[in-house]
DNA sequence: TAGCCACATCGTCAACCTAG
DNA sequence: CTAGGTTGACGATGTGGCTA
């Protein structure tokens, strides 16, 4: 688990008597002392009940960025193809080099100039790579196209289940198609039949069964960018425990050499 | 080569948060 | 108040390294 693996240097204070470690200890004591055949039914409920959340790693960065002067705060994530993490780019740091998770190179020089370069052209920028999640052993009926229409800059889209939209372009001898999240239907377009319309349970067990569907694919997409920021995030206070580290020893040796001026040995 | 272990990744659940 | 987004926690599975 991410907070076990990448145990770092700081805690926040509401963690410290709670850290995921003595959770465990302590989940794993209940286990052993309930000897009784229920032990199996305290399963992951009870488990739950003692686990409660910590603060989100935002919400720990925020607050030591509110406290300590240089450390970023998490903002509203840009899009990727911006390319600089705002919670890197905004580090006042002397003279330090980063690298995103986009490849790229940011100096932040000691007068608070930043510089962005780009390695290389290393893919193609804006367009999101989208893998179907159906591709392996599709759904009965998930590849039925539920609805097409012509947008207003003149693409040819089909809504297909699971709130992804397929843009046929409309120039051009080959057809070329993309996935797309839709921005917005076009008006009078009913993705599936509203509750309302529904008559017999099995509509509605089938509508239920759809939200979910969808629900657990905005999740799954949902859990994946969260645990790419959070990669980021590491990755962003990895650099500033090395930055801290060069600055702490340069500090160091700034002192011992004042000393040593102050102090002339006299032998 | 099989078995084991540590670690990484993913999907899911559920608690929490927030915009409307 | 509610719907939807965020993220900690959990369990399942995959993978690479090590050892007998």
Same mark, same amino acid.
């Given at each position: 688990?991410?907070?076990?693996?990448?145990?770092?240097?700081?805690?926040?204070?509401?963690?410290?008597?709670?850290s995921?470690?003595?959770?465990?200890?302590?989940?794993?004591?209940?286990?052993?002392?309930?000897?009784?055949?229920?032990?199996?039914?305290?399963?992951?409920?009870? =488990? =739950?009940?003692?686990?409660?959340?910590?603060?989100?790693?935002? /919400?720990?960065?925020?607050?030591?960025?509110?406290?300590?002067?240089?450390?970023?705060?998490? !903002?509203?994530?840009?899009?990727e *193809? !911006?390319?600089? +993490?705002?919670?890197i780019?905004?580090?006042?740091? +002397?003279?330090?080099?980063?690298?995103?998770?986009?490849? %790229?190179?940011?100096?932040?020089a %000691? &007068?608070?100039?930043?510089?962005?370069?780009?390695?290389?052209?290393?893919?193609?920028?804006?367009?999101?790579?989208?893998?179907?999640?159906?591709?392996?052993?599709?759904? +009965?009926?998930?590849?039925?196209?539920?609805?097409?229409?012509?947008?207003?800059? &003149?693409?040819?889209?089909?809504?297909?289940?699971?709130? %992804?939209?397929?843009?046929?372009a409309?120039?051009?001898?080959?057809?070329?198609?993309?996935?797309r999240?839709?921005?917005?239907?076009?008006?009078?377009?009913?993705m599936?039949?509203? +509750?309302?319309?529904?008559?017999?349970?099995?509509?509605?067990?089938?509508?239920?069964?759809?939200? =979910?569907?969808?629900?657990?694919?905005?999740?799954? !997409?949902?859990?994946? *960018?969260?645990?790419r920021? /959070?990669?980021?995030?590491?990755?962003?206070?990895?650099? =500033?425990?090395?930055?801290?580290?060069?600055?702490? /020893?340069?500090?160091?040796? *700034?002192?011992?050499?004042? /000393?040593?001026?102050?102090?002339?040995?006299?032998?």
């Amino acid at each position: 688990m991410w907070w076990h693996q990448h145990n770092l240097c700081f805690r926040h204070p509401i963690e410290e008597d709670y850290s995921s470690g003595d959770l465990d200890k302590k989940v794993a004591t209940i286990a052993e002392t309930d000897d009784s055949a229920d032990s199996e039914v305290i399963d992951s409920h009870k =488990r =739950r009940e003692i686990l409660s959340r910590r603060p989100s790693y935002r /919400k720990i960065l925020n607050e030591l960025s509110s406290d300590v002067p240089g450390i970023p705060k998490i !903002e509203e994530e840009k899009s990727e *193809e !911006e390319g600089t +993490p705002p919670n890197i780019a905004t580090m006042a740091v +002397p003279t330090s080099i980063y690298q995103t998770s986009t490849g %790229q190179y940011i100096a932040i020089a %000691q &007068g608070g100039t930043i510089q962005i370069s780009n390695p290389g052209t290393d893919g193609v920028q804006g367009l999101q790579a989208l893998t179907m999640t159906n591709s392996g052993a599709p759904p +009965p009926g998930a590849t039925i196209v539920q609805y097409a229409a012509q947008s207003a800059d &003149g693409t040819q889209q089909f809504f297909v289940p699971g709130s %992804q939209v397929v843009v046929q372009a409309a120039t051009g001898d080959m057809p070329t198609y993309q996935i797309r999240a839709p921005t917005a239907l076009p008006q009078g377009v009913v993705m599936a039949a509203s +509750p309302g319309s529904l008559h017999s349970p099995q509509q509605l067990a089938e509508e239920a069964t759809r939200k =979910r569907e969808l629900r657990l694919m905005k999740n799954r !997409e949902a859990a994946k *960018e969260c645990r790419r920021r /959070k990669k980021e995030y590491v990755k962003c206070l990895e650099s =500033r425990v090395a930055v801290l580290e060069v600055q702490n /020893k340069k500090l160091i040796e *700034e002192l011992e050499t004042l /000393k040593d001026i102050c102090s002339p040995k006299t032998d």
